[in-house]
């Protein structure tokens, strides 16, 4: 157990649909991340939130929202869904804003989305 | 942040050394050089991370060359477990974390 954790572990949903994916991060751990891996591709980089504010912003779609809670906990939003959609959304999170720290990201399990 | 150049696959021999290579010839002064590895659709790991020196923990060990444009990873005893891609990523203090395609490494038996 990394410390991070993102529910639901697997969800299944229909084109044109509105997902929350929701992330934890370690406890102590300020700044929250989100990356997509799509089928046989790397790891892109979409969001980044420290302490309630977004930082960076990567790849991320219009059709995609992300916030950060006042207790730190993030989720990302996701709508009007398409079939390329499907993918593992993976949050990590760190201790300062992208700071050094001896350890890095420290990534949740991830999400497999599945869009039918 | 810097980019970086890993070969795209390797097989290394179970109980042996694997030595993961990486060059990062456009590395500034102040950015760090970070290995992570991912095994099959896990949340990645990291391993590594060194400026200058070279480093050591219970996972692997990390070789920066002097002018610091390469480094290499090794796995002192590469187990089947070891299996997975392995990411070097160089990023500065405030940088986000940016994955390539890494290096595939299977070990076999």
């Known amino acids: 157990d990394s410390g991070v954790t993102q529910t639901p572990k697997h969800l299944i949903t229909a084109t044109g649909q509105r997902v929350t994916l929701r992330c934890s991060p370690r406890?102590?751990?300020?700044?929250v991340y989100w990356y997509q891996q799509s089928l046989d591709q790397g790891l892109q980089f979409l969001i980044q939130?420290?302490?309630?504010?977004?930082?960076a912003k990567g790849n991320i779609l219009e059709r995609f929202s992300a916030q950060q809670f006042p207790d730190l906990h993030s989720e990302l939003n996701l709508s009007s869904l398409e079939l390329g959609d499907s993918a593992l959304y993976f949050c990590?999170?760190?201790?300062?804003?992208?700071?050094?720290?001896?350890?890095?990201?420290?990534f949740g399990s991830g999400t497999r989305l599945t869009v039918v | 942040d810097a980019k970086t150049t890993q070969p795209t696959s390797m097989d290394c021999a179970e109980g042996r050394a694997a030595n993961l290579p990486c060059n990062h010839s456009?590395?500034?002064?102040?950015?760090?050089v970070y290995w992570y590895r991912q095994i099959h659709s896990q949340g990645p790991q990291y391993i590594i991370h060194?400026?200058?020196n070279n480093e050591t923990n219970e996972m692997a060990s990390l070789i920066i060359t002097e002018d610091r444009k390469s480094s290499t990873l090794i796995l002192p005893h590469a187990t089947l477990r070891d299996t997975a891609v392995y990411y070097c990523?160089?990023?500065?203090?405030?940088?986000?974390?940016?994955f390539g395609a890494g290096t595939q490494v299977v070990v076999t038996p």
């Open positions: 990523i160089v990023r500065g203090s405030w940088g986000k974390l940016q």
């Open positions: 406890s102590g751990d300020l700044s």
């Open positions: 456009t590395i500034s002064g102040n950015e760090y």
């Open positions: 990590a999170s760190s201790v300062v804003g992208g700071g050094v720290f001896p350890y890095g990201y420290t």
């Open positions: 060194g400026l200058k």
């Open positions: 939130y420290y302490n309630g504010e977004e930082r």
